[in-house]
């Protein structure tokens, strides 16, 4: 079993944000289990913790400690 990594993601407010920040994690690390609750703000995903944080500030927005 992989690591999950959770982020809070404040600055994710609606389903645009939520498949932007999905198709970074999906790119940056293929096959990663990546889940989205965008009314508690939580992005989670398995794999390398300093890439997906990463591919979210890429996209955009600002993942913090959760």
Request: glycine content about 8%.
């Amino acid at each position: 079993m992989t690591d999950k990594t959770t982020f809070i993601v404040n600055d994710m407010t609606c389903n645009h944000c939520v498949g932007t920040i999905r198709s970074a994690l999906e790119e940056a690390l293929p096959g990663s289990a990546v889940e989205i609750d965008l009314e508690s703000h939580k992005v989670s995903f398995s794999g390398d913790k300093a890439k997906g944080e990463e591919a979210i500030r890429e996209a955009g927005y600002t993942p913090e400690a959760a």
